[in-house]
Every structure is written in structure tokens, then in C-alpha cells.
């Protein structure tokens, strides 16, 4: 069991930078692949970034490519996502998901891989 809790979400303007974090709590963190998804009124939670068990690899959607940044501390049992040059529709709820038994360097990109979920974080960019 794995539990995971956001923080960092908040109101930002259009261009500015947003840090978040997700902190784990259970089993060993290096035993999982991260990921975040992001769900905005009336929309389908859809797909962010993830990385693997070891921090190597990492996976982006192409409307956040080159923007966001995921990183891990698998010492600090933590995973962060750096958002530069947000605009409005980046608004929505941010979720930090966990996924479990995954190979070494996998990325998953489907919400379905993933096993736990943290109750996710508001971010709003205001125009």
C-alpha cells in the first residue's frame, strides 16, 4: 500500500512556473513508476508526464512537452513536477499516481497502470 499526497497547487498567472510535489508514504518508493494526470472541468483526466522506477526514463504528453519537467528522490520518497510557461489551459486538478510492478525503465501513460492515487492538487492560470 502506497499513499500519496500533493502539495504545491495554487492560482498563477499566464507564463509563470508552478513546482509540485508528491510525497509517498508505504512501501519502497523505488518499487514504483510515477506519474501525474490532470483532470479540468468537464474534461477526462488525461495523461502529464511519468517516469520510472529508476528516474532514467521519462514520458511526456505533447501538449505539455518541453514546458514540464518530471523529476523523483527516491531517497526523499518524492516526486515533483516543474510547470514552466503555464497558460489557462493548463488549469485543472493535478494527481500524482503510483504504478506498481512496472519494468525498471517503463513510463506508463495510461491512468488503467496505475495502482494509487493521491487526491490531487488545484492549479489555476489565470489570463
Known amino acids: 500500500q502506497v499513499q500519496l499526497v500533493e502539495s504545491g497547487g495554487g492560482l498563477v498567472q499566464t507564463g509563470g512556473s508552478r513546482r509540485l510535489s508528491c510525497a509517498a508514504s508505504g512501501r519502497a518508493f523505488s518499487d514504483y513508476a510515477m506519474g501525474w494526470f490532470r483532470q479540468a472541468p468537464g474534461k477526462e483526466r488525461e495523461f502529464v508526464t511519468s517516469?520510472?522506477?529508476?528516474?532514467?526514463?521519462?514520458s511526456y504528453a505533447d501538449s505539455v512537452k518541453g514546458r514540464f519537467t518530471i523529476s523523483r528522490d527516491n531517497a526523499k520518497n518524492s516526486a515533483y513536477l516543474q510547470m514552466n510557461s503555464l497558460n489557462p489551459e493548463d488549469t485543472a486538478i493535478y494527481y500524482c499516481?503510483?504504478?506498481?510492478?512496472?519494468?525498471?525503465?517503463?513510463?506508463?501513460?495510461?491512468?488503467?497502470?496505475?495502482?494509487?492515487w493521491g487526491q490531487g492538487t488545484q492549479v489555476t492560470v489565470s489570463s
Open positions: 517516469i520510472s522506477r529508476s528516474g532514467a526514463s521519462t
Open positions: 499516481s503510483a504504478a506498481r510492478g512496472t519494468f525498471y525503465t517503463a513510463t506508463p501513460n495510461r491512468a488503467a497502470s496505475y495502482d494509487y
